[in-house]
């Protein structure tokens, strides 16, 4: 399937001959046919040679000019109609470099209202003109072929040119991300929503579900049409009417695009690469108000000119464009800007970066490298400045905002792991120089941490990987080649350098020792956990709990370890003997008070030694024999 759009000037025969070739009126408001022209878009279709052609016919109006950019984009062929009795006219143009920036490269121009002339040679004056017009464009090999749609004249071999152009123009590829720009919206009774468009970069299905960007909107595929004909699968680069459900009309509007469910997200920010058309009266200047058309979407945007001052009348440049209301869209996809009053084509591009993440600073080394290095080149330039902006990433996430298909990106990944350029880590992908950058970071880290407490034995492991803003993907195996290395050692749950110790200085020492002959004093009725840090300090305190000198089993009750485990060995024995334990016995086999029996005890429940049961505890786990 392909999808062939019409340009040109207005009355210049558009939708006459789009009538001629299909036997379909491409004209449906009311207010069209009143006025005999096109307002907004209209639809046809017809086959050729076993192929369905959609045809999209656009406004010729100035006034009607930004509707046909809704239609333009998507097409793979451009049916440029010039009438014969007028020749080249403004909008004549005006579509031409249209066609030329969004780099429509295949074309035929139909030279309609052939009956009108009878001297051939203002009809060979207007083929000269036409001729010089189209040199240096996207159309300028484009045959130009006389029409007239009122007798038939040249119909057939408009058809067989249409043909013949098509079979040179490669199947639209199916990239498994189908997009659906909406240009038309409506309701039937009976179906609910209805969406139109040209569909692109993949199929979709009946019984898909799909959200609509921007706006976040979820729905599921009904039903699918292509030219009136109920179809289970819809193929890239045909014209598609899909049925909604789960989604109300007035919810949409012209510019959104339907999608699988996480396959496209929405921006309020766009790198490109932009050039002015050497026909306009102006400079491109920063900060200029404009009309930006992508896809089926228009919105208002603010430019910011990167690397320079403005763009002049035929000059190229990098631009960012921070977005009134947000667009959904891919890198690589072509784009015109307008001037919005009074209205004008200015110029357009490709988009480099739909998700850029920041406004950048203008005249920033880095940043004019970054946008060089995306605009030119190689897959394997792609992948590397990708994951150095945005990585580590997924292989999917990668490729999509690298740009690039699956069958471009795969190769290119894997000659990057060859080379040792990239490290995969669990089907996730990071630089080598990153993760250089994340060792260096991990050890600087850990001795920061070691210089802010240096009584502590170490870092936990989830501080030092949230510190580090890391998944556990990448987090885990870089923990572990550090200490395979011998960068960092682990103790327990602590990450610490290989050389750090804890060192209490002669005073802390001195108050250990006060606070260990209370512990050996007081036995089982130990000094609570507050007069434990008066005592020693809070700093050389949480150290003591670190190296497991004294352990904590409540918010009150802390021992030394080896009373603690005394105490816990006791416990434990009366326990196997008896078969049970009450709080009273425990309170008079450990000489103490309730206090720190029920916290021995809930401690050990803690620990699955014991199991409460009514007013007793029991063993958790059966006692061995």
Known sequence: ????????????????????????????????????????????????????IGIVDVPGHRDFIENMLAGVGGIDLALFVIAADEGVMPQTREHLAILDLLQIESGIVALTKRDLIDDPDWLELVTLEIGEVLEGTVLSNAPIIPVSARTGFGIEDLKGAITQALRGIAKPV????????????????????????????????VGDDVEVQPGGLFGRVRGLQTHKTKRNIALPGSRVAVNLAGVDRDELRRGQVVTPVGNLQATHLIDANYRQLATTDSVLAHNEEVKLFVGSAEVTARVRIIGGDNIPPGAEGWIQLALATPVATLKGDRFILRRPSPGSTLGGGQILDPH?????????????????????????????????????????????????????????LERLIEEEAIIELNKTYITVKRWQDLIEQAVDELGRYHDDYPLRIGIEREELRARLGL????????????????????????????????????????????????????????????????????????????????????DDVVYPIDLYNDLIEALTLFLNERGSITASEARDLLATSRKYTIALLEHMDELRITRRSGDIRIPARPIPT
């Open 1 to 52: 399937m392909h999808v062939i759009g019409t340009a040109g000037h207005v009355d210049h025969g558009k939708s006459t001959l789009v009538r001629a070739l299909t036997g379909i009126d491409p004209d449906r408001l009311a207010e069209e046919k009143a006025r005999e022209m096109t307002i907004d878009l209209g639809f046809a279709w017809l086959t050729l040679d076993d192929n369905e």
């Open 356 to 412: 850029p993440g920041r406004r950048h600073r203008r005249f920033r080394p880095d940043v004019l490298e970054r946008l060089r290095t995306v605009e030119q080149g190689t897959p394997e330039e792609l992948i590397v400045a990708t994951l150095g902006r945005h990585g580590p990433l997924q292989q999917n996430i990668l490729f999509d905002k690298a740009g690039l298909s699956t069958q471009a990106g795969t190769p290119a």
């Open 471 to 554: 998944s556990p993907i990448v987090f885990n195996p870089l923990r572990e080649h550090l200490i395979k290395m011998g960068l960092i050692a682990e103790s327990g749950v602590y990450l610490k350098l290989p050389d750090h110790k804890v060192r209490f200085s002669l005073e802390q020492e001195s108050a250990i020792s006060r606070l260990m002959e209370i512990f050996h004093n007081q036995g089982a009725a130990s000094p609570n956990v507050k007069e434990c840090k008066t005592i020693v300090g809070d700093s050389v305190y949480f150290a003591l709990v670190d190296l497991g000198q004294i352990k904590q089993i409540s």
């Open 174 to 205: 199916d990239l498994s991300r189908p997009r659906l720009p909406i240009d038309r919206i409506f309701s039937l009774p009976g179906f609910g929503t209805i969406v139109t468009g040209t569909l692109i970069d993949g199929s979709m299905h």
